[in-house]
């Protein structure tokens, strides 16, 4: 069983930068396609980007391509979010998710993923 830990949240100014990390234990990694998803206050959660295991093409939301990116270290079972030119509209509780043989239409929806963290706090003050 995979269980998930983000880290790297915190508070930034407009135009700032964090790096979010996933970090997988209790399990093989193997195969497992990881997303990022966000729950802004007071709104639904969205997806934000996922990577599949391959390391193949990066998947992201509109509102984020360009900015975002986000990458993996299969042998460390990490997941990262590397966040650039953040916005105040980026302010959200970000999740990471992951589970194993989603196909590319299933991965931008968050109820395809078996396995979530707890979520980390990203603040950007305007």
């Known amino acids: 069983q995979v269980q998930l830990i983000e880290s790297g949240g915190g508070t930034v100014q407009a135009g700032g930068s964090l790096r979010l990390s996933c970090a997988a234990s209790?399990?093989?990694?193997?195969?497992?396609?990881v997303g990022w998803f966000r729950q802004p206050p007071g709104k639904e959660r969205e997806f934000v980007s996922a990577?599949?295991?391959?390391?193949?093409?990066?998947y992201y939301a509109d509102s984020v391509k360009g900015r975002f990116t986000i990458s993996r270290d299969n042998a460390k079972k990490t997941v990262y979010l590397q966040m650039n030119g953040l916005k105040p509209e980026d302010t959200a509780l970000y999740y990471c998710?992951?589970?194993?043989?989603?196909?590319?239409?299933?991965?931008?929806?968050?109820?395809?993923?078996?396995?979530w963290g707890q979520g980390t706090q990203v603040t950007v003050a305007s």
């Open positions: 209790g399990g093989s990694f193997s195969g497992y396609t």
């Open positions: 998710a992951a589970d194993r043989g989603l196909i590319t239409s299933s991965l931008r929806i968050g109820e395809h993923y078996d396995h």
């Open positions: 990577l599949k295991w391959g390391n193949s093409n990066p």
